[in-house]
């Protein structure tokens, strides 16, 4: 196993990680794009049936998170200084795909994007977010 798969696998096993039911499933460097498979436990659904919205921002906010640290070789982690997220469509418990991608990266800023679907890729949330690029904790 490369340091890179062995670094990812080591974070996704983290506490809140696992809360979300974190799986890697790919990046593809050209694009700076990572997918992360999510399971939405049926603790997180309110009474209105769907996951709660905080929760949302969070499997948003992880997908494009782990998109610039990817990005940056495990050197860096972003620091958000905002994040502005949309819900399309309820989302339910079970398994989640997200797709998180940096669209542009600055010496003291970055935009990041990232994507919520259901198996059957159905867009259900989106985010963008503006980070500091910031050293790794760990690395």
């Given at each position: 196993?490369?340091?890179?798969?062995?670094?990812?696998?080591?974070?996704?096993?983290?506490?809140?990680?696992?809360?979300?039911?974190?799986?890697?499933?790919?990046?593809?460097?050209?694009?700076?794009?990572?997918?992360?498979?999510?399971?939405?436990?049926?603790?997180?659904?309110?009474?209105?049936?769907?996951?709660?919205?905080?929760?949302?921002?969070?499997?948003?906010?992880?997908?494009?998170?782990?998109?610039?640290?990817?990005?940056t070789d495990h050197a860096e982690a972003p620091l958000n200084l905002d994040i502005n997220m949309t819900?399309l469509k309820p989302v339910l418990a079970g398994a989640l795909v997200g797709k998180g991608r940096v669209?542009?990266?600055?010496?003291?800023?970055?935009?990041?994007?990232?994507?919520?679907?259901?198996?059957?890729?159905?867009?259900?949330?989106?985010?963008?977010?503006?980070?500091?690029?910031?050293?790794?904790?760990?690395?």
């Open positions: 196993m490369s340091e890179a798969a062995h670094t990812q696998r080591h974070a996704l096993n983290a506490a809140h990680a696992e809360l979300l039911g974190v799986e890697f499933d790919s990046f593809d460097r050209e694009r700076e794009e990572i997918t992360l498979r999510f399971r939405a436990p049926d603790s997180f659904i309110t009474p209105r049936g769907s996951v709660q919205g905080g929760l949302i921002a969070e499997f948003l906010d992880e997908v494009m998170g782990w998109a610039h640290v990817w990005a819900i669209i542009r990266r600055g010496r003291r800023a970055i935009f990041l994007e990232g994507e919520l679907f259901d198996p059957a890729g159905t867009l259900l949330a989106r985010a963008t977010s503006t980070a500091i690029p910031t050293p790794r904790p760990g690395s």
